[in-house]
Each structure stands twice: as structure tokens, then as C-alpha cells.
């Protein structure tokens, strides 16, 4: 089992949609959360961390944490094309691992 | 703009023969690291380095060196490439308030 999964998609959605992403996690240890955004043939950029439990709220993106669930969320609202791109979840600080990342496609 | 660049940024090779990828950073800071990212796997950790002729293996460190002779440049080294070792590379520092990464540009190797 790897220590932090995320379904691949890819996510096909149209304009304005609300885009839902996820990660699961197996080590309850880890405290820092983060989500990045990698256009393609680009490296990934930070889009949104949080640290422990909770909510986070960035303009249109929402990042969740579950601890007791070790479940952590991308909400996108009103989805734009220019948020075409695949999403990786991180989790940790020095040994930080990532999902394998979800290809989204948000459709004119 | 993190301020980091790699080189080169796309080569082609023969297995067998060695292969060395350059990150430089021009912020000065402490952690660098070096990952490959390959479908279906994300982005693996390969070797990180935590100052001056301070490294740690990562996850995928089989075939793999590197080298930090100073603050500003990490340096990969594949001592005999083989096809399996065919990715993407990228190469991070870390910073921030939250200790987040910042990538590079990414270094494209495929060997034949």
C-alpha cells in the first residue's frame, strides 16, 4: 500500500463546475498538508498548504483536512479552463511524499 | 520565481554510460533535493541534502549519487544509466512559511 494515494482520473469537467480532488493517507503522524498544480511539462507549483485538522480557503480553492480519516480535499469553485493542469497532494516536510497526481480538464 | 534552474534541461543516452544533472538555486538555502516523477508514480524522492556535504538517500536511491560541494548546486549522478532510470528529474528547495518545496524546471532524460 502506498503511504498516500489519489485517484489518477482523469477529470473531465465543464466550465464553472465545482471540482472535488482527494487524497488518502496511512501514516497519522504527518502534520503538514499541501497541494500543488503542475501544468504540463512544467514543474509542480505550490497551490495551497495547511497544517493539521481543518479548513483553508484561497479565492475559488478550498483545502480540507480529516485527520481521523486521513483524508485531505481540493474544493475548486466555478472551475475556469486556466485550472486545466494535474493536482498532486503532499503530505510531510523532509520526506514529503506525493500522490501520484490527478489530470483535470475543466471544458469551455 | 524560486530561483532555481537545471541543467541540461532534456538529454538523450546509451545505457551504460554515466549521466550527471546540475540544480542550482541562487537563494541560498539549506535544503535542496532531487526527484524523479515518472505515470502512474508521482513524484518519488531520490536523495535530498540538508547543507554542505550533507545528503540523505530517499525512497528510490538505487543507482543513484549526488554531490553538494556548495550551497548553491546539487548534482545527480547516474554512474551507469539504464532504461529503468528513463523520467522526468526534478530538483527542490525548500522554504517558506511552511517549509514548502519549490521545483525547478525539470530535466527530461530518456536512455536508449
Known amino acids: 500500500q502506498k503511504e498516500v494515494e489519489q485517484d489518477p482520473g482523469p477529470l473531465s469537467v465543464p466550465e464553472g463546475a465545482i471540482v472535488s480532488l482527494n487524497c488518502t493517507y496511512s501514516?497519522?503522524?504527518?502534520?503538514?498538508f499541501m497541494w500543488y498544480r503542475q501544468y504540463s511539462r512544467k514543474g509542480p507549483e505550490l497551490l495551497m498548504y495547511?497544517?493539521?485538522?481543518g479548513n483553508k480557503e484561497d479565492g475559488r480553492f478550498t483545502a480540507q483536512v480529516d485527520k481521523s480519516s486521513k483524508y485531505i480535499s481540493l474544493f475548486i469553485r466555478d472551475s475556469q479552463p486556466s485550472d486545466s493542469a494535474t493536482y498532486l497532494c503532499?503530505?510531510?516536510?523532509?520526506?514529503?511524499?506525493f500522490g501520484a497526481g490527478t489530470r483535470l480538464t475543466v471544458k469551455p | 520565481d524560486a530561483g532555481i534552474t537545471q541543467s541540461p534541461r532534456h538529454k538523450v543516452t546509451e545505457t551504460g554510460t554515466p549521466v550527471t544533472l546540475r540544480c542550482h538555486q541562487t537563494?541560498?538555502?539549506?535544503?535542496m533535493y532531487w526527484y524523479r516523477q515518472d505515470p502512474g508514480h508521482g513524484l518519488r524522492l531520490i536523495h535530498y541534502?540538508?547543507?554542505?556535504?550533507?545528503?540523505d538517500k530517499g525512497e528510490v536511491s538505487d543507482g543513484y549519487s549526488v554531490s553538494r560541494s556548495k550551497t548553491e548546486d546539487f548534482l545527480l549522478t547516474l554512474e551507469s544509466a539504464t532504461s529503468s532510470q528513463t523520467s522526468v528529474y526534478f530538483c527542490?528547495?525548500?522554504?517558506?512559511?511552511?517549509?514548502?518545496?519549490?521545483f525547478g524546471p525539470g530535466t527530461r532524460l530518456t536512455v536508449l
Open positions: 495547511t497544517y493539521s485538522s
Open positions: 541534502s540538508y547543507g554542505v556535504k550533507d545528503t
Open positions: 503532499a503530505i510531510g516536510v523532509d520526506d514529503m511524499r
Open positions: 501514516n497519522s503522524a504527518f502534520q503538514y
Open positions: 537563494e541560498n538555502h539549506r535544503y
Open positions: 527542490a528547495i525548500r522554504g517558506g512559511s511552511a517549509n514548502e518545496q519549490f
